[in-house]
């Protein structure tokens, strides 16, 4: 005990470990000249200008790629994705979308944005949604579900996809933290109907803002090209020069600028060498990390499809886990907690259903009133009331891996020898 810094002892490091943001820490010259490249052709719009670049194109088509994917569309946010995407699918007033317990507030705040209700789903030991959830939540009204794979860890999407096939429910993937996770040999956003990505400055590649929705549906495709860029769909028809097809929307404007797209169609690029860092940053901790049965990790649903941007773990109590947390961070290796110990139903503004409408909507639009309530999602609650989360980066030298075992590995031996 004595030997911990939080009790005076000499920390592990002498000066603190920083977890750079992911793909902010691989910026380089090819950003910078992709960006050069729109500034002088004065032409940041990405469908028409002086002498247009078409990297915002340049970056979808990248994506096609590299996913394996029919259709990509770079959009504004990842928030925005998700708007796009239920609206391409048609989600809205009156209906219901599961979504995991255990998320961003982006996840539950587009479904309301949209019209429609979140209705919450437990986890399991992976900390992302227990396919299970859905039989036992669907009803008339559930037109979605939204399967989140938090941190890296990819869902498991076969179960998950077999189970909403049951209900009829359209399966959005939100892969915002999770860029180049995949599932049994394929990518998180590919194996549902629609996949929605963010590029947010948080997340695995970044342009500060940023995001892209994709799908193999084609139907969907053209409803997102439309919902994004105010009912058009400018490859095929030009500038309000729309036919009235069975596809025309009234649409809002998500679209990308040729900035963001200069941006991210360097940083794709950049992805398998990020992911692979991650990964071997992840695999030389744990590799150090000795059992302890006060600790528990959080399940890794496909090792190989794993990102490894962070080491998410369990305590064996609420206590435990917070001296623990503060105990790491005066080894001076950053160690926090995940969503503040909390599920997001736990959070106001959903708990209360505050929602921007004076009159209720859209949680008034059921016979039975939407309610959200402690112990609802009881795995969820009480994972998350024990986290210790370490956010990694890929460029950690082995000495920095070491640092964060060793900090690891001496807070536990110490708090929790009995
Ligand atoms: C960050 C995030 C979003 C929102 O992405 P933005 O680009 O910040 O709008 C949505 N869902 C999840 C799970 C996220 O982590």
Redesign the pocket.
């Known amino acids: 005990m004595k030997n911990l810094a939080i009790n005076g002892g000499t920390p592990v490091r002498n000066t603190s470990l920083q977890a750079e943001y992911l793909g902010a820490s691989l910026y380089g010259a090819e950003e910078m000249s992709a960006l050069e490249r729109v500034i002088k052709a004065k032409s940041p719009f990405r469908y028409y200008g002086l002498d247009c670049q078409k990297l915002v194109s340049k970056f979808e088509t990248k994506c096609k790629q590299k996913f394996g994917i029919q259709n990509a569309l770079g959009v504004s946010?990842?928030?925005a994705a998700?708007i796009v995407a239920l609206k391409a699918a048609g989600v809205g007033a009156g209906d219901k979308v599961i979504v995991p317990a255990v998320?961003?507030i982006?996840?539950a705040g587009t479904v309301v944005c949209a019209g429609a209700v979140p209705v919450f789903a437990d986890c399991d030991d992976s900390l992302n949604i227990n396919p299970d959830e859905i039989s036992r939540l669907a009803d008339k009204y559930t037109k979605a579900v939204i399967p989140?794979p938090l941190l890296g860890n990819s869902c498991r999407m076969d179960k998950i996809i077999s189970e909403a096939k049951k209900h009829k429910l359209v399966v959005i993937e939100?892969v915002?933290?999770s860029m180049g996770s995949k599932f049994n040999g394929k990518y998180s956003g590919t194996m549902g109907d629609i996949g929605c990505f963010?590029m947010?400055l948080?997340?695995v590649l970044t342009t500060g803002?940023g995001?892209m929705v994709c799908t193999n549906n084609e139907n969907y495709f053209e409803r997102a090209c439309r919902f994004h860029d105010q009912g058009m769909y400018r490859e095929k028809e030009g500038f309000l020069n729309t036919v009235n097809s069975e596809n025309l929307i009234i649409g809002q404007n998500y679209r990308m600028s040729e900035l963001t797209g200069a941006v991210a169609s360097e940083q794709i690029l950049k992805l398998d060498w990020l992911v692979e860092n991650c990964r071997r940053v992840f695999r030389s901790i744990m590799s150090k990390i000795q059992p302890n049965e006060h600790i528990q990790f959080r399940k890794i649903v496909d090792e190989e499809g794993f990102l490894g941007t962070s080491i998410l773990a369990f305590a064996s109590s609420t206590e435990l886990a917070a001296q623990i947390r503060v105990a790491i961070s005066k080894e001076n290796v950053p160690c926090g907690y995940l969503y503040n110990g909390k599920p997001l139903y736990l959070n106001p503004q959903i708990f209360y259903q505050r929602t921007a409408d004076v009159s209720g909507f859209p949680f008034n639009q059921f016979e039975e009133p939407v309610v959200y309530s402690e112990g609802m999602c009881p795995t969820a609650e009480d994972l998350m009331s024990r986290n210790i989360h370490i956010p990694l980066s890929p460029t950690f030298t082995e000495q920095d891996c070491d640092d964060v075992a060793n900090a690891f590995n001496k807070v536990v031996l110490a708090l929790c020898s009995k």
Do not use: P
């Open positions: 946010s990842g928030t998700l998320t961003f982006a996840t989140v939100d915002a933290q963010s947010q948080n997340k803002e995001g």
